[in-house]
């Protein structure tokens, strides 16, 4: 089998193929954050066209690089949810074209099955596992049994973990994406002040990260402090609250294998705080290579491939739902 993999369902517009052998073979993403960064944030319609004027130029790129013809696809899996609805509409319509052209089935995918299999790419991980799912739209941690076998534990209750470090950057005056923004305007810093941030109270697997983002604003606002050592707080207390529900899942669940994907795994501070705790506890923590952690075609393929090779000959219904869960795709997969 040989997938291509589609993925457009934010700012990302990125192509991938995975080859059954091989692994990926090769992949090729244009990322819009020069864009949005104008806006401090995204614009859904800016994400659309773009996605609409990339697309050929970079598939020809991708088929050129990796020496195939669309004739070697053998499928084309593409997510199809959820995301910025006109962004997915784009990279299906594209997917749908190339489909009837070649005569290629289509495998739908969801985003953040994607973002669980992006651990899967460079080795397999075993079953079960729980999956911490960070990035900018998300905050979710999931049992994982099996393939297609999600349970979702608990969520966030108001910002996801990424949109906290858009949203403060933006307060600190830096570029979109916030996240490595900070960590860049991290680089190399020892904070000099400890600033205490009021605790997170919220019950069971659920999280919350509006608070702590309110608790930076008023703190930039009152101008007491310096400014980095209230983003490297901001930064410690997003860290913090990811980790004691992660932690509270692993006690409760005693599975061992924990994944981390998303892109706020790309987080240097955030992968050596789970290194450390990880080792402390006998954990089997994996964070993807940073490539991999934000958007990327190539887990879109990979959990494509794992879904070909389920239903071998199964035509699927491509329906593009903006904010369906996971575990409602599934069912209406199934
Ligand atoms: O997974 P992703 O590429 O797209 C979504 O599915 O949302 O995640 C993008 C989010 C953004 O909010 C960005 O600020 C955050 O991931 N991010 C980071 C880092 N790199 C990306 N957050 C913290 N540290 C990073 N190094
Ligand atoms: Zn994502």
Not at 85 to 91: A, E, F, M, T
Not at 140 to 165: I, M, N, P, R, S
Not at 281 to 292: C, E, H, Q, T, V
Request: charged share 25%.
């Amino acid at each position: 089998m040989l997938l291509l993999g589609i993925e457009t369902s934010c700012d990302d517009t990125s192509l991938s193929l995975f080859d059954e052998k091989r692994g990926i073979i090769f992949e090729i993403s244009q990322s819009q954050a020069h864009l949005h960064n104008k806006y401090k944030g995204i614009v859904p319609e800016l994400c659309s066209r773009e996605h609409l004027k990339n697309l050929f130029p970079l598939l020809d790129i991708l088929l050129k690089e990796s020496d195939k013809k669309m004739e070697d696809i053998t499928h084309i899996a593409i997510t199809t949810s959820p995301g910025l609805i006109l962004s997915l509409v784009v990279g299906v319509s594209f997917g749908k074209a190339l489909s009837f052209l070649y005569n290629k089935p289509i495998i739908p995918v969801h985003h953040i099955e994607g973002h669980i299999y992006s651990s899967f790419l460079e080795e397999k991980r075993e079953y079960p596992f729980l999956a911490l799912v960070i990035s900018g739209g998300h905050t979710e941690l999931y049992l994982v049994k099996d393939f297609e076998e999600y349970h979702l534990l608990g969520k966030t209750k108001d910002d996801a973990a990424g949109e906290a470090f858009d949203k403060v950057a933006t307060m600190l005056g830096l570029s979109y994406p916030g996240g490595p923004s900070i960590e860049k305007f991290l680089e190399n810093y020892l904070p000099q002040t400890k600033i205490d941030f009021p605790s997170v109270n919220i019950p069971n697997y659920d999280f919350s990260f509006s608070g702590i983002k309110t608790f930076t604003k008023a703190l930039i606002e009152k101008n007491n402090y310096n400014k980095k050592d209230i983003a490297f707080y901001f930064q410690e207390n997003i860290i913090l609250n990811l980790w004691k529900k992660l932690y509270k899942a692993v006690i409760d669940t005693n599975v061992k294998n924990v994944v981390v994907v998303g892109g706020v795994s790309a987080n240097k501070r955030l992968r050596d705080f789970l290194s450390k705790e990880s080792r402390e506890l006998g954990l089997n923590i994996y964070l993807p290579p940073k490539k991999y952690s934000t958007d990327n075609a190539s887990m879109i393929a990979y959990a494509g491939y794992l879904r070909a090779k389920r239903y071998q000959d199964k035509s699927f219904n491509l329906v593009v739902e903006p904010s369906i869960s996971l575990e409602s795709f599934i069912k209406n997969i199934i």
